[in-house]
């Protein structure tokens, strides 16, 4: 169903989304992370698996994602 200035979103709608995509793309910023170590034979544990990868990183995105649905569906 359509607004009355024929778009399918509200503003508001439109708002959320942005919210959620950023939620999405500082969790995946984060995910990525930076440069685990400075020489590449040397495998660097604390640095792969931080909490901020593991945990912190796909909880955002799964928030993004949750974010991004709500706004589709809120009238």
Known sequence: MKTANGSLFEKKNLIWMLLGLALIALGMFLMSGGQSNTDPSVFNKEAVYSSTRITVAPLLILAGLVI????IFKK
Do not use: M, S, T
Not at 68 to 71: G, Q, R, S, T
């Open 68 to 71: 991004e649905i709500v706004a």
